[in-house]
């Protein structure tokens, strides 16, 4: 069966510091790889999203970037985090042919 | 209009009622309807599934989609407190991007 594994859970940051957050997935190939943000009354904000290695749509022009060195691993990245950039993060896979999405336990970022 | 609209709630009711949440949407297109649980602090999981209209059944959950009103549901029986959690929809077309609701917050009493 396919696992999708999301860390760190929490993370408290400063301003201006930067920000890598990892996801991997097992028991598939080729998924198609998803970073969301969900703030409260805001509903799921698709951040990026992947097809495969090094291919990524951003949805949302932003602090943060993302990358796909790997099949199954998603990695969100900023150089300089901002304030506005607290929230909590998502990542989620779905098959190629199948846009059914499976989530992560997601990661609570602070900054302070 | 939004694309898919839902009642954040909260909605609060006694052990054993039964439980109907609801969203609507305006993209005629739509045509696969996905219903989420979230606990608090977790990641969403995927309850139920379901391709164009009519009725999909999983233990206490029943999935309702309604195209002509463009309209689904999710109906859960027997509620526990175990159930309390944020409820979220999502639907899609073909080849489009999937699009979620911003959730109704449940909560079951015992």
């Known amino acids: 069966s396919q696992t999708i594994h999301q860390w760190p859970a929490t993370l408290v940051q400063p301003v201006g510091s930067p920000l890598s957050l990892e996801c991997t997935v097992e028991?598939?190939?080729?998924?198609?790889l998803y970073w969301y943000r969900q703030a409260a009354g805001r509903g799921l904000q698709l951040l990026f999203y992947?097809?495969?290695?090094?291919?990524i749509s951003s949805e949302v022009p932003q602090n943060l970037s993302a990358s796909r060195p790997q099949d199954r691993q998603f990695i969100l990245s900023s150089k300089k985090l901002l304030l506005s950039d607290s929230g909590f993060y998502l990542c989620?896979?779905?098959?190629?042919?199948?846009?059914?999405?499976?989530f992560g336990a997601g990661t609570r970022l602070s900054v302070l | 209009q939004k694309e898919v609209e839902q009642d954040p709630g909260p909605l609060s009711v006694p052990e054993g009622a039964i439980v109907s949440l609801n969203c609507t949407y305006s993209?005629?297109?739509?045509?696969?309807f996905m219903w989420y649980r979230q606990y608090s602090r977790k990641g969403p999981e995927l309850l139920m599934y379901?391709?164009?209209?009519g009725n999909k059944e999983d233990g206490r959950f029943t999935a309702q989609v309604d195209k002509s009103s463009k309209y689904i549901s999710l109906f859960i029986r027997d509620s526990q407190p175990s159930d309390s959690a944020t409820y979220l929809c999502?639907?899609?077309?073909?080849?489009?991007?999937?699009?979620f609701g911003k959730g109704t917050t449940l909560s079951v009493s015992s």
């Open positions: 379901t391709y164009s209209s």
């Open positions: 999502a639907m899609m077309g073909a080849g489009t991007a999937l699009i």
């Open positions: 028991g598939t190939s080729n998924p198609n």
């Open positions: 989620a896979w779905s098959h190629s042919d199948k846009n059914i999405q499976y």
């Open positions: 993209n005629s297109a739509f045509q696969y």
């Open positions: 992947s097809v495969g290695i090094g291919q």
